[in-house]
């Protein structure tokens, strides 16, 4: 018996018109479909008229669940992989599935479709020639400034996924760390409430503070720092910062964050 086909297909992330008519189609053929949310899935199911059966699979169970669906497909089932929105894998379940299919020989197809991280790289005005995904940044400030500074010295477009109650605090944040660099908060994106607010990160977290409360889902995208070349050596750098008062430590990332390196980079010039 010829094994199955794992279809890892694209779904809407707000408006229920962004799915492609060859999504719709494997859908409906498919033996089974995997969801991460059964009950959010079968709201788009329902609209489309989709009655193909239904599984849950989720960060909770994955692991679990992954070696029934392969059995399933080595036994000839064509799968369905989707999540409650957007492309499986980008920041979403699915990982553990694909790698296991490819192992078992199965073969995996994508189905192409809307994505949250491209939508926003598309309408924020920021430069696409070159961008780094780097989905959710943690969720506590020390770690959250340690991750930004690592990626300090990136000469593209940075594209996030923030919860709307840590979006203030991330803002804050990317002030501290990249100073004016341009930022835009892609907010809602498809959906009734779709905005987009460009500026540097003080200006837009300014624009957020002054409403009673921030919500949807949001994209977050950084531009490429514009900075004028300093060719004085940075141990000089450093050491006219802090023979101006500044503190060694922050006359350090001050000198990182102008030059757009990672603090590290500095420390070891400093230190070499």
């Known amino acids: 018996m010829p094994t199955g086909t794992l279809f890892v297909v694209a779904t809407p992330i707000g408006n229920l018109e962004d799915i492609t008519v060859r999504a719709l189609r494997v859908l409906k053929e498919a033996d089974l479909i995997a969801c991460e949310d059964t009950r959010q899935s079968g709201k788009l199911l329902s609209h489309y008229g989709i009655t193909t059966g239904t599984i849950s699979y989720h960060e909770h169970n994955e692991a679990a669940r992954t070696a029934d669906l392969i059995a399933r497909m080595q036994e000839g089932s064509n799968v369905a992989l989707i999540t409650d929105a957007g492309t499986p894998l980008v920041s979403d379940p699915g990982y553990r599935l694909v790698t296991g299919a490819i192992a078992a020989n199965i073969t995996v197809v994508p189905i192409p479709g809307a994505s949250a991280a491209m939508g926003a790289l598309a309408a924020a005005g920021l430069p696409t020639d070159e961008f780094r995904f780097c989905g959710f940044l943690p969720p506590r400030s020390g770690q959250r400034r340690k991750a930004l500074e690592e990626l300090q010295s990136e000469t593209c477009t940075l594209v996030f996924y923030e919860a709307p109650h840590r979006i203030l605090e991330t803002l804050e944040d990317i002030e501290a760390v990249y100073g004016p660099r341009p930022v835009v908060v892609a907010r809602e994106l ?83």
């Open 190 to 272: 498809t959906k009734l409430h779709e905005e987009f607010l460009r500026g540097p990160a003080v200006e837009v977290r300014k624009q957020l503070a002054d409403r009673p409360s921030v919500k949807g889902e949001i994209t977050l995208l950084i531009g490429k720092g514009e900075h004028i070349a300093d060719t004085t050596p940075i141990p000089e750098a450093v050491a006219a910062l802090e023979a101006a008062g500044i503190p060694r430590m922050d006359a350090i990332k001050q000198v990182a964050r102008d030059r757009g390196l990672s603090k590290r980079d500095v420390y070891k010039e400093i230190s070499g």
